[in-house]
């Protein structure tokens, strides 16, 4: 009876860990919006799945795939939106450079710190160097908007795309 007991048990272990990591894949969802790598650590995760022979190499690839796809439509959504509303190259850069930086000055503050901190600091760093080159308020403004709405976009197609990663990886996971 043992004998056939382990390998049960050996399948309770592997789904339990195909949950805990389905469930970290959801959490990290999360960091998305933070500005934090929270779709790469999904696929962290579903590197790990490969590794231990749950989840397709070719799943993973594709996810892989869709993960830095994602990377670019965000520099592409701010780039463009930035643009749209009068921002230069520096707007643009300003804006990257400005949400990271809020988003670690925001982290201690539970739950929303590093969402507002992202956003404001969008907002903050935007504006600033598009004022530093231009010297218009105005402009500036309009530019540093143009940044937020850019990233608001950004943060939805990634949150997205990150659902799909959870869709198919996680699926992978359970069923692997």
Do not use: C, D
């Amino acid at each position: 009876i043992p004998a056939r007991v382990r390998p049960v048990e050996a399948n309770m272990e592997t789904s339990a860990l195909a949950w805990i990591g389905l469930a970290a894949m959801i959490v990290s969802l999360f960091l998305i919006p933070l500005g934090l790598p929270g779709v790469w650590i999904m696929i962290a995760i579903l590197f790990l799945g490969v590794v231990n022979g749950r989840v397709s190499g070719w799943i993973f690839f594709i996810l892989v795939l869709l993960a830095g796809f994602a990377e670019f439509l965000e520099f592409v959504a701010v780039g463009r939106m930035t643009a749209r509303y009068g921002g230069t190259s520096r707007t643009f850069w300003g804006a990257v450079v400005g949400g990271l930086a809020g988003a670690l000055i925001g982290t201690p503050v539970p739950i929303v710190g590093a969402f507002i901190g992202a956003l404001l600091g969008t907002v903050v760093g935007a504006f600033l160097l598009t004022w530093h080159q231009t010297r218009h308020t105005a402009g500036a403004a309009r530019a540093s908007m143009g940044a937020l709405l850019g990233r608001a976009v950004a943060i939805a197609l990634k949150v997205f795309v990150g659902l799909v990663i959870i869709a198919i990886g996680g699926a992978s996971l359970l069923l692997g």
